[in-house]
């Protein structure tokens, strides 16, 4: 089903046929992957974020391209001494989409809607330090803690805290509502999501007036509608073999930046043979991270021994703990008692980096014997069966949530890791406020599932943007999986 305005269709279709008459005013902005809906507050999909965040939806504060958590939706907080009791203080002549007052009785429904029992919320666990969320006046919230949380600025930046009113809660996956510089204007599945710019802004008016967001997840589509230019841009640019012929075309400029993505061979460790530490041991030694890197990646990417993003002040090189050793990883099986090696599934969702690393993968395996049967998935299907359902084996996935490592405390998570040691340690973490404590306890947790072996740890990823080179205000890193098109502009 496509859910259209009849309108900023003849619009959208005024601007394919007359191409640069529009160019400088609006923007065809494509990725590699279609959302499954569109409610960041009720998915895991990032790329439900990538569309919508800082587009429509806003929450409380937000990442900077450069990583920082600033003011948004709140323009001030204070902190009591205790840590416990948080006051925010919202922003003045805030509306929603349809006309709506944003106002304290929003932020109170979005968080307890977020934190509820019944919660849909893909990121539950960011909420759960608060113990309450009152109203001290139309513009003032004050949330609670249950202990004090040094993350909670942090967590209120993600698109899974944004802001939502009760009255168009229930249709945001099909017509999200938001407080955004751009409004929602169709979603013609499997192709596009358009948006116009929000008239009624309480912020800056963006310089566009409209953009398109394309979905193209085949690397040889992708590469020959950038060349033809019917795109203005792509982010996460997903055939990086052709990377070399953009630099050196002027008509294009090439971003490459970090990204939140830790690229994983995850691990379900709730099943046989996975649930033994010395298979998990002998599958990170099997395994040739650089090898992967170049084959699927053409050499973009930063190889990692544990997850957590190299570029964070806190990370820890843990390489060397799974280098790559075939005879290593065949004694690691035979004492586990499977010299024969085994069967396991590997699925596969549409990212190249999993389909492409994903073969290259499965023959390392084959090499230590292991066999790895290949299950291609569509994005739909790898939330059903593996994120949700658990019914795999083996995956290939990027995390792109920012610093993420309080996943592996969640033992019910889809790798369904249980490490009672770790659960306190990240408890201790959420309570602590003291920079340097923080970053030992960070680092002590990235050696802990480096030591478990819980998943495979590949590389970063890169973030591999192309555009026209007179496009201006494009992320070159990912904090976050946003395109955020109220940053762009053409150059005059």
């Known amino acids: ?22 160019s400088k005013d609006s923007v065809i902005y494509a990725t590699s992957l279609e959302p499954p809906h569109l409610d960041p507050t ?6 439900i974020d990538a569309v919508v965040h800082f587009n429509i939806f806003e929450g409380l ?3 900077t391209p450069e990583g920082a958590v600033v003011p948004l939706l709140a323009k001030s907080w204070d902190i009591s001494a205790d840590g416990l009791t948080y006051t925010f203080t919202l922003q003045d002549g805030v509306t929603f989409h349809d006309g709506s007052t944003f106002d304290a ?49 942090f967590n209120l930046a993600w698109g899974d805290a944004v802001i939502v009113a009760p009255e168009t809660a229930a249709t945001l996956k099909t017509a999200p509502t938001g407080t955004g510089p751009y ?21 800056a008016a963006p310089a566009l007036s409209a953009a398109t967001i394309k979905f193209i997840s085949d690397p040889t589509a992708a590469f020959a509608a950038m060349m033809a230019e019917d795109i203005d841009a792509f982010d996460n640019f997903p055939a990086p073999e052709n990377v070399v012929q953009f630099e050196a075309d002027p008509r294009f400029q090439v971003l490459v930046g970090s990204t939140e993505g830790e690229t994983i061979l995850s691990t379900n460790n709730a099943q046989p043979p996975f649930d033994n530490p010395k298979v998990r041991e002998a599958l990170a030694h099997a395994i040739d991270r650089q090898a992967i890197i170049d084959g699927a990646m053409f050499g973009y990417g930063t190889p ?36 024969n090696g085994f069967t396991t599934t590997l699925h596969l969702p549409p990212p190249s980096y999993a389909r492409r690393g994903g073969e290259i993968i499965a023959a390392q395996l084959a090499q230590v014997g292991i066999t790895a049967e290949i299950i291609n998935v569509e994005w739909a299907q790898w939330l059903e069966t593996v994120f949700k359902g658990k019914t795999y084996g083996l995956t290939i996935v990027s995390h792109t949530e920012p610093m993420d490592i309080g996943i592996y405390a969640r033992p019910g998570y889809y790798f369904q890791y249980d490490n009672p040691d770790l659960q306190g340690l990240m408890n201790r973490l959420n309570a602590t406020t003291d ?35 007179d496009l201006q205000g494009l992320w070159v890193n990912a904090p976050t999986a946003a395109i955020e098109i109220g940053a762009l502009s053409w150059a005059e």
Do not use: C
């Not at 496509?2 to 529009?22: D, E, H, Q, R, Y």
């Not at 009720?42 to 790329?47: S, V």
């Not at 060397?320 to 004492?335: I, M, N, Q, T, V």
């Not at 072996?453 to 591999?464: M, R």
């Open 105 to 153: 009785e929003d932020v109170k429904f979005s968080l307890d809607r977020a934190r509820a029992d019944d919660s849909t919320n893909a990121q539950k666990a960011l909420f759960s330090a608060i113990s309450d969320v009152s109203v001290a006046g139309p513009q003032t919230v004050v949330v609670t803690l249950t202990e004090p949380n040094g993350n909670l600025l």
């Open 183 to 203: 409004r929602f204007a169709e979603w013609v599945q499997g192709d596009r999501v358009e948006m116009t710019r929000n008239p009624d802004y309480w912020g």
């Open 304 to 339: 990692i021994g544990t997850h957590f993003a190299p570029h964070n002040p806190a990370y820890v090189d843990l390489t060397g703990h799974s280098d790559f050793d075939p005879d290593k990883a065949r004694a690691l099986l035979a004492e586990a008692g499977m010299a």
């Open 435 to 469: 920079p340097d404590k923080r970053t030992e306890m960070l680092q002590d947790a990235q050696r802990v599932i480096a030591d478990d072996y819980v998943n495979g740890y590949l590389f970063q990823l890169a973030k591999i943007g192309i555009a026209k080179a």
């Open 1 to 22: 089903m496509n859910f259209k305005i009849p309108v900023v269709a003849a619009i959208s279709a005024l601007t394919l046929m007359t191409g640069a008459a529009w």
């Open 61 to 63: 504060t937000r990442f």
């Open 42 to 47: 009720a998915g895991a999909a990032q790329a």
